[in-house]
């Protein structure tokens, strides 16, 4: 710490005070402490699961219906329905995963 505030041409006790003022603004964050961005990095996470079971389902009911078997005048119906919200699944997943990238990249200060 002594290095760094005379590597800045002040004083320990200058840097010191410095640091606290920082913290207590919330200018700056202690090391392991938790941020905006954590919390949304943990929603974008959550909803990613979320999105991912979604499309893991849809998934499934187009599975069924293209399996052959007995299949009903609504069938081919559904099925178109089925593999647009997948694709749109799909696409909310790596919509989510890019701004979890975003925001992981914000907090490490990397905008």
Excluded: C, W
């Excluded at 069924?64 to 099925?79: E, T, W, Y």
């Amino acid at each position: 710490m002594l290095a760094k505030a005379k590597a800045l041409d002040i004083t320990g006790a200058h840097l010191v005070g410095a640091v606290v003022m920082a913290f207590v603004n919330g200018e700056e964050h202690l090391p392991d402490q938790r941020t905006v961005y954590d919390d949304v990095i943990d929603e974008f996470a959550a909803l990613r699961t979320q999105i991912a079971r979604i499309g893991t389902n849809v998934n499934q009911i187009a599975r069924r219906l293209n399996s052959g078997g007995d299949s009903h005048p609504v069938d081919a119906a559904i099925l178109e329905r089925a593999e647009r919200l997948l694709a749109t699944a799909r696409d909310a997943v790596k919509a989510v995963d890019e701004a979890a990238f975003r925001a992981a990249g914000q907090k490490a200060g990397r905008v």
